[in-house]
């Protein structure tokens, strides 16, 4: 029997949090010491919660989300997927965990430059094995989802930017993940169309039975989330707190 998008073989039908961070510690060489960038994180996200990781550029934003998508490893801590640890497993290990647990949107839409819309929304069905005809058929409907149809035959270079980022968005969401991570995936994008995103984005994760941790520096976007953290010196505080 073929297993379900998104769900580890294991964790079918529990309850576990989707993610769980302990004591999660990262540094990076710095001249003749190191540099630590985090220092003892913990985060528990619930199915189906948006949690908004607020910050300015360089506080490490980045990295912790790199280390949630299992695209880097910690220097100590646990990170685990619906209760299963991904933070030590090897490489190829977690390669298949990332395509089956994980959606990603960048900043940089990333996308394919030579494939439409509708094949870069698709490849991650196809690169995991589905047939062409269900992940044709799930990438339309998609792209339908987030107002593009009537442009899914466009390669990215014809696409504005903000339709640029909403294929991205569907892309994330193809193998119906379990968990999303967006890393300021407005960044890049003017105020108006950076708003329409976002209320895209929430309406989505409202709707799907996803979580979301969406890292941004704007603190108007963060305030729809379930829950809004400070990410400061490496640590984070519950950011309704700061300042208190």
């Given at each position: ?44 996200v619930?199915?189906g ?18 280390l ?22 090897e ?17 940089y ?5 030579e ?28 792209l339908e ?29 193809v193998n ?68 208190k």
């Amino acid at each position: 029997m073929e297993e379900a998008q998104g769900q580890l073989p294991e964790e079918s039908g529990n309850s576990e949090p989707t993610l769980v961070v302990e004591s999660l510690w990262k540094s990076y060489a710095s001249g003749p010491g190191r540099l630590e960038v985090l220092r003892g994180i913990d985060l528990h996200v619930a199915p189906g919660q948006v949690v908004a990781i607020l910050g300015a550029s360089g506080s490490g934003k980045s990295t912790l989300l790199q280390l949630l998508g299992a695209l880097d490893r910690p220097d100590r801590g646990s990170i685990r997927y619906a209760g299963r640890e991904v933070s030590r497993s090897e490489e190829t290990e977690r390669a298949v965990l990332r395509n089956r647990f994980v959606g990603f949107i960048f900043q940089y839409h990333h996308l394919l430059a030579e494939f439409s819309a509708l094949e870069n929304v698709a490849l991650p069905r196809l690169v995991a094995g589905e047939r062409p005809r269900e992940a044709w058929q799930r990438a339309r409907a998609l792209l339908e989802l987030v107002g593009l149809s009537e442009r899914s035959a466009h390669r990215p270079g014809q696409l504005s930017g903000g339709e640029q980022q909403r294929v991205a968005l569907a892309r994330a969401l193809v193998n119906e993940p379990a968990l999303v991570l967006a890393d300021e995936p407005t960044g890049n994008l003017d105020r108006s169309t950076g708003e329409a995103l976002y209320e895209l984005l929430y309406s989505l994760a409202r709707q799907g039975r996803q979580s979301w941790v969406v890292a941004t520096h704007n603190e108007y976007l963060a305030q729809m989330a379930d829950l809004r953290w400070q990410l400061v010196d490496g640590m984070l505080h519950r950011a309704d707190s700061m300042g208190k």
